[in-house]
């Protein structure tokens, strides 16, 4: 087996996107993976579980016997198809198992016997995991980081779509970053963030890109923690502060929280099931902020919340929304976040609205262009 060829070029896989086939338990690949892999394991979680127990208690022979009682015959057989077929379709696909070890060498051998060679990932699952953080600890240390801030409803996440330079943390969490910033379908897995937002970025620096902008966040995105590395880089980063009028951030609001959501629900649960969950949602994102607001503020933002939530359901319109939006951005978002910019005021860079930090950014870019040229 140890004559079969072995994948040593991790960066190509990523950059490339060269499809993988992920050998491991469907427990292990739910807890993380790579987006170009697909699980075609070589043993479900119950076989696993069983192969485990006999290595702790009679040793690896035992297992690696049990492990060939399990896959035999006709389950090896119907396995053995899966692998063939996804080859057929993708006759350049790599394998690989947790550490490139006895599951991948035991299905490459068996594929070798069938007549397709196809070589293993060396190291597996942990040596491209590795790869990868490494490849965010470096662009967190060696990049140049700008944090477009702003009020809640500024319409910053917009606004990155028409930067070059941007990275949308938000949209690899799949969430919004805030309270009411959940999406429906759920948030990936912390590993599968990590490396999703770690291959963006090694693809990025590999056409010679240093500079990135990020949206201010926290730690946390919904439940996806940023790496702490960049994190810290994002805290110690120069920022652009863009202002926007209070109407305009609540009308945003209403747009993105309200109006956007209301549909993606309904496109995704349908009409008599999408409507409950979304009115579901908007309630219980505001009861997460009822220690914070205090009870008394927290009844009148329901009160209006479920008012606009029973006009939206007999009408459609979802105007009324914005009286519980003001009021939320006036007294928790909106002193929330000036206490916050005070704090970090000597960070600030440059400040101005949509227009002029837009034009800020494409300044930037445009000269970090003019330098690359230079140098090349």
Excluded at 3 to 23: G, H, K
Excluded at 285 to 303: C, I, Q, T
């Amino acid at each position: 087996m140890s004559a079969l060829p072995q994948a040593t070029d991790l960066a190509r896989i990523f950059l490339e996107d060269v499809p993988l086939i992920d050998l491991r338990a469907p427990i292990e690949f739910k807890d993380g993976a790579f987006p170009s892999a697909i699980n075609l394991p070589l043993m479900t979680d119950e076989e696993r579980a069983q192969v485990g127990t006999c290595f702790k208690q009679q040793g690896q022979a035992a297992a690696i016997a049990l492990g060939h009682q399990l896959v035999g015959g006709a389950v090896r057989a119907e396995r053995m198809e899966s692998w063939l077929a996804q080859l057929r379709q993708q006759p350049d696909a790599l394998l690989y198992c947790f550490r490139g070890g006895l599951r991948s060498q035991t299905v490459q051998q068996w594929l070798h016997e069938a007549g397709v060679t196809r070589p293993r990932v060396a190291g597996g699952y942990k040596e491209l995991r590795r790869f990868l953080m490494d490849t965010q600890d470096k662009a967190s240390a060696e990049c140049h980081w700008t944090v477009l801030t702003g009020m809640t409803g500024s319409g910053k996440t917009h606004m990155l779509a028409k930067v070059a330079q941007a990275v949308d943390l938000e949209g690899h969490a799949h969430h919004r970053g805030s309270s009411f910033g959940q999406l429906p379908g759920g948030q990936p897995s912390n590993i599968n963030f990590e490396n999703k937002l770690a291959i963006e970025l090694l693809k990025r620096r590999h056409l010679g890109e240093h500079a990135f902008v990020v949206e201010d966040e926290s730690r946390l995105i919904g439940r996806c923690a940023l790496p702490l590395n960049l994190y810290e880089a994002m805290c110690q980063a120069p920022l652009v502060v863009v202002d926007v009028p209070q109407e305009e951030r609540a009308e945003q609001i209403r747009i993105d929280y309200v109006q956007d959501l209301w549909q993606r629900y309904l496109e995704m649960y349908g009409a008599e099931d999408g409507w409950p969950l979304f009115a579901a949602y908007l309630t219980d994102a505001l009861a997460r902020l009822k220690r914070r607001l205090g009870d008394k503020d927290h009844r009148e933002l329901d009160a209006l919340m479920q008012a606009a939530l029973a006009e939206q359901a007999r009408s459609g319109n979802t105007e009324l929304h914005l009286a519980w939006i003001r009021l939320l951005l006036t007294r928790y978002y909106d002193p929330m976040y000036l206490y916050q910019l005070d704090n970090k005021r000597e960070r600030v860079h440059f400040r101005g609205d949509k227009q002029a930090c837009l034009a800020f950014f494409a300044e930037q870019h445009a000269n970090q262009a003019n330098q690359k040229s230079s140098i090349c």
